[in-house]
């Protein structure tokens, strides 16, 4: 049985995340992984036939910004629907928003993925260290860059 690894990501356009992921996926040898992506930003068409070619499945998802309820509805509906052995958030401080409902579903690995680690010349808000302390603790595996 195959596993299923789902990378969240705010967009998918031209940027670092996206090569990344892209050279990660292809250079995969192993068939015992199905990938998906899933962006809360519509996905540019030439992005997505690069990573459809590899054999990704893109997952789009209407932004929090316009309606946290009916978010964490589809949310809730891709994580029944796809049953995930696998979450890679890449959302910063604020992956707890995928990560709570991917621990509620009993998802194994919960990974955070941040680019703050050693940033001395910023300064973090309150906000963002209450949300930095809510995605700790729904994580399991910590990555950084």
Do not use: W
């Not at 705010?10 to 990938?35: A, H, R």
């Amino acid at each position: 049985m195959k596993v299923n690894v789902l990378y969240v990501v705010y967009e998918l356009g031209f940027g670092g995340v996206e090569q990344v992921l892209y050279n990660y996926i292809s250079n995969f040898k192993n068939n015992d992984f199905n990938f998906f992506i899933l962006a809360e930003e519509p996905i540019n068409y030439i992005v997505k036939e690069k990573f459809e070619k590899i054999g990704v499945k893109l997952l789009y998802i209407k932004p929090k910004r316009k309606g946290i309820i009916s978010y964490y509805k589809n949310f809730n509906n891709i994580l029944d629907t796809y049953k995930f052995d696998i979450i890679h958030a890449n959302l910063d401080v604020k992956s707890f928003y995928v990560l709570i409902p991917a621990l509620l579903k009993k998802i194994k690995v919960r990974i955070t993925h941040t680019h703050r680690l050693f940033n001395e010349f910023y300064k973090e808000s309150f906000f963002e260290k209450i949300c930095m302390k809510i995605t700790k603790k729904v994580s399991n595996v910590f990555f950084a860059c």
